[in-house]
């Protein structure tokens, strides 16, 4: 897997063994979408970050600063190892720990939120809800994409956030919420 575009374009990244990484057509469509509504890629969040390729597309645009969450210790490892590989460890922070802990911990506001849940955790969305409502989100300024299973219906909110926009490819889905 690649880097798509901006200062780290075509760097190779590495995945982590059972962790389904974000597929380089969804990502393009994901960043080609936050461009055409205008989305200021200030500070990221990278929530269920697998091997980090959300947050680092978005570094690599130009994003100030990305917080990188995930709960498995060896996915963690390859991410600090991608963010080396790119030249962009300088402007990021790899949280090592469950996304509901993260949040208590995180300080925002986020202009992009971008959430890849395993397809089936079951706290995915209440975790998300929470998110939506707390100071990590900034109302009228914040974007969160959630990335779903196509075939699954998103709610039309996430506490104050509303859904604007999703978009399908193949078993992939994205849902823009503002």
Known sequence: MRVLGGQARGRFLRGTAGVRP????????????????????????????GSGVLGIEALSRG???????ERDPKACRQIRRNLEAT??????????????????RL???????????????????????????????????TVLVLEHRST?????RLGPLQLVKSLHHGDSALSFYQ
């Open 107 to 141: 300080k925002g506001p986020y202009s992009l939120v971008v959430a890849d849940p395993p397809y089936d955790d079951p706290t995915a969305l209440a975790a998300l809800e929470r998110l939506a409502s707390s100071t990590l989100v900034e109302k009228g300024k």
């Open 63 to 69: 994003a100030l600063w990305c917080d990188f969450v």
């Open 87 to 104: 030249g962009l460890a300088g402007r990021a922070f790899v949280h090592c720990l469950p996304v509901e802990r993260a949040l208590v």
């Open 152 to 156: 699954r219906t998103p709610p039309s």
């Open 22 to 49: 974000t597929a380089a057509r969804v990502r393009a469509a994901l960043f080609s979408a936050l461009e055409a509504m205008g989305v200021q890629l200030g500070r990221v969040l990278d929530l269920y970050a």
